[in-house]
Every structure is written in C-alpha cells, then in structure tokens.
C-alpha cells in the first residue's frame, strides 16, 4: 500500500490545491494514504483527516515548519507545531506522539550535523522535487546518509499541484490504521518506493505562488529570487550539461583549434 508523505494544499503560502481536489487526485493515483503536510499550517492537514473517509484514504495529520536546521515534518500530529527553533519542534513532535520526519535533507544543505540526524525519526531518501539547482544529486546523497546512520526511510512527492501527487511514496505494506502505518513507517528495510522526478519548473511555479499569495514585500522578494535562480538552472544550466553529454566531441574539438592556434601563434 504506497502513502505519499510530504504534499500540500492550498492552506500553504506557495500551493493553489484545495482539499478534496488533493484527496481525490491520490485516490485516482491508487494511493492508499498520504500525509498533509502544509508549511506552517495545521488547518489543511485536520481538514483532509476530516475529509478522509469520504475518499477513502488514510491521511496522516502533519506539518512542515522552517527551522535553523532546515524543514522539519511532524508526522501524526494532533495539533500545529508552535516553535521554529530544531530542538523545540522535536519536543513538541514527540510530545504529542508523533514523528519527526526529515525532509530533502539536501536540497539546501551540504552537511546534516550528527545532533540534528540523532534527533530524526525518518529521513525523506526521496523527494521528488528534491534536486535541487546544480545537479547535486541529492535524493541519492540522502539514501546514502540513511543507509549510514540506519534510519528508517520515506518518500514523499512534495506536491504543490495536482499533478505531481504520488511521484514520490513508499509502499508500507498491509496496514488499515493510523497505528499500523506509523510502525511500518519506522521498520529500517523499508525499500520500496515510487521514484518519479518533478521538473523544476514546478519548483519555479510554486515561487511565483508565493509570491503572489503573500502580502509580504520580503516574502514575494525572496520567492521572485528564487524562481529566477531555478529558472536560470533551468534554462541555461541544464543546457550546459546537457550538451556536454550529448555532444562530447564538442570538448576534443575546442581543445583541437586551441592546440592549433597556440602553434599558429608559436
């Protein structure tokens, strides 16, 4: 049974998907359950568990929050994270009985402290928006460091659309309750996952989201930045691998005019 465990609605500040279009779209894309996991927000997440049995899915109560340590998930929560300070929000994660679910661990980040990955509960090994501009291979980065550190793994789309909701999961196998998919979810040789890469223009779509839902000026700056630094990858940096790779002579050939201008010169 796959759950997607990291996608939003419209309750975030960079999403346009209300409730049940997101529920419906998982249950068209043969998930059993996901997670709603809205950035700074609880309201989309108690909605959807509303709402859940109405289409047939289980839905995990979740949160995303900004911290100095990066995002943090709280998984089976049963009301918002109040803290953005690391330690605090895992406190208040475990103190209500959930799980702290850490998310695209490198798509920002070079180096996870030790502290930081000791305090983690599951550790996102893919996220399908999670290559991040530059091409660092981060999901891969991320199994590898799960794999190091024996945490458990999880997967998750990151859906600020419809359309991107379960490229990313993971199949939890037999399980028909809250409880059950929270013990699944921590077993350590979890290995089956849906791995689906977004583009990063969907990247670049949710920024000018953003930047148009706020009324914050520093907010909209901050988003408008961002889709141009995605954007620019996109466009300009990608091209240049692209080409490397696909026109490998190209290289042989500048070096060849390079060596025989330097002997024209000579």
């Known amino acids: 049974m796959l759950f997607d465990l990291h996608m939003h609605t419209h309750y975030s500040h960079d999403c346009t998907s209300r409730v049940d279009d997101v529920l419906a779209t998982a249950k068209a894309r043969g998930l059993a359950g996901i997670a709603v996991t809205d950035h700074e927000c609880f309201d989309g997440a108690r909605e959807a568990a509303r709402r859940a049995v109405h289409h047939g899915l289980l839905v995990i109560p979740a949160m995303e929050v900004a911290t100095e340590e990066g995002d943090?998930?709280?998984?089976?929560?049963?009301?918002?994270?109040?803290?953005?300070?690391?330690?605090?929000?895992?406190?208040?994660?475990?103190?209500?009985?959930?799980?702290?679910?850490?998310?695209?661990?490198?798509k920002r980040r070079n180096e996870i402290p030790d502290a930081v990955l000791a305090r983690v509960d599951v550790l996102e090994v893919w996220n399908a928006r999670g290559e991040a501009p530059g091409d660092l291979g981060c999901n891969a980065r991320a199994a590898a460091l799960a794999e190091q550190a024996g945490l458990a793994r999880g997967a998750g789309s990151d859906a600020h659309f419809l359309w991107e909701i379960g490229r990313g999961a993971v199949d939890l196998g037999e399980v028909y309750s809250l409880a059950e998919v929270r013990t699944a979810l921590l077993e350590r040789s979890r290995d089956r996952f849906v791995q689906r890469e977004t583009t990063l223009w969907a990247e670049v779509a949710s920024q000018l989201v953003k930047a148009a839902k706020t009324r914050r000026r520093d907010v909209a700056r901050s988003a408008l930045r961002r889709s141009w630094r995605t954007l620019h990858w996109c466009t300009l940096g990608r091209g240049r691998i692209a080409l490397r790779e696909q026109l490998p002579w190209l290289r042989s050939l500048v070096q060849a005019a390079r060596r025989l201008r330097g002997r024209a010169i000579s």
Do not use: N, T
């Open 72 to 106: 943090v998930i709280g998984l089976f929560l049963r009301g918002p994270i109040q803290s953005r300070r690391f330690d605090e929000v895992v406190e208040e994660i475990h103190a209500q009985g959930g799980l702290v679910y850490y998310p695209h661990p490198y």
